[in-house]
């Protein structure tokens, strides 16, 4: 599924097609995605003005000029197809290219104003859409109880500290919560711990002295989880299947992976002889250093 540095590549790329622009149509062509679309789908969206395109977490959102937000989550491969005027189609944060596009996949297609045409194609349909007064937005069932942006001003140790306080779950589990610290995937939590030189099955409470004050490991967690989220983004994301920008160039982010997915080849620290790792942790890969990453 595509982490939080793809999905905001894919928010950069369809900005300058969406900001700004009226929708002065929408094609659907069915009446459910994963979850069902909502009533009057196409009508409401219908002559409205796109005044912002953020990111939350994995979701995008398209702030509407009749206070309505619209919801969207890429699932396991869903992607946007930019067409305008005279130009090639664009994909932005396109993964799974190998699967080529088949028009059967195009689900919902937006016209807008100028002459562009956004299409969302989606061929396992595990992406959705809604729509939500802006007001209702952090409320609502898409984000209510969803935790911090770890791409967001709040993130530091000292925040890490007061949520891992006590938790005996393992301090990769605890930063896969959502209801903890939004957006993280499994790519850079893995990459976050080998550069905080953690050890991922510690548990999160060693964050944590017993008076609830951060460790040295809490803020140095909270400065290398910005550090990679933020390189990540700089060079589009990770291509584990073809992933692609806007103008067709590719994410890169994989070729600067120091521990994932590279089980049995030697740890890039200077002077370390040990071999990457790999264990299952929650039915997922985790790949780490055991001579790099200590418990705290």
Do not use: W
């Amino acid at each position: 599924m595509p982490e939080l540095p793809e999905v905001e590549t894919v928010r950069r790329g369809l900005e300058p097609a969406m900001l700004g622009q009226r929708i002065v149509a929408v094609a659907q062509n069915r009446a459910d995605l994963r979850f069902p679309l909502p009533e009057r789908f196409a009508e409401r969206l219908t002559g409205r003005r796109i005044e912002a395109l953020s990111r939350r977490a994995k979701y995008l959102i398209a702030d509407l000029d009749d206070g309505e937000a619209l919801i969207m989550h890429l699932g396991m491969s869903g992607r946007f197809i930019v067409e305008a005027p005279g130009t090639a189609p664009a994909e932005p944060g396109a993964f799974y290219t190998e699967i080529g596009r088949h028009l059967v996949h195009d689900h919902v297609v937006f016209h807008l104003g100028s002459g562009a045409r956004v299409t969302y194609n989606d061929v396992r349909r595990f992406g959705f859409m809604d729509l939500v007064p802006r007001s209702l937005l952090e409320s609502s069932k898409h984000f209510a109880g969803m935790g911090v942006e770890p791409l967001g001003n709040e993130l530091s140790g000292v925040l890490l500290a007061a949520l891992f306080a006590n938790r005996s779950a393992p301090l990769k589990a605890a930063l896969l919560d959502q209801r903890l610290v939004a957006g993280l995937g499994n790519i850079y939590v893995c990459e976050a711990l080998f550069r905080a030189r953690l050890h991922p099955k510690a548990a999160a409470g060693t964050l944590a002295t017993p008076t609830g004050r951060p460790r040295a490991a809490a803020h140095r967690l909270a400065q290398v989880i910005r550090d990679v989220l933020e390189e990540a983004v700089a060079a589009g994301g990770s291509t584990l299947r073809d992933f692609a920008h806007a103008d067709g160039s590719l994410g890169y982010f994989q070729h600067r992976f120091k521990v994932y997915d590279r089980e049995g080849e030697p740890c890039v620290t200077p002077g370390c002889s040990h071999r990457i790792k790999r264990m299952v942790q929650s039915g997922r890969s985790t790949f780490y250093c055991e001579n790099c990453q200590k418990r705290v």
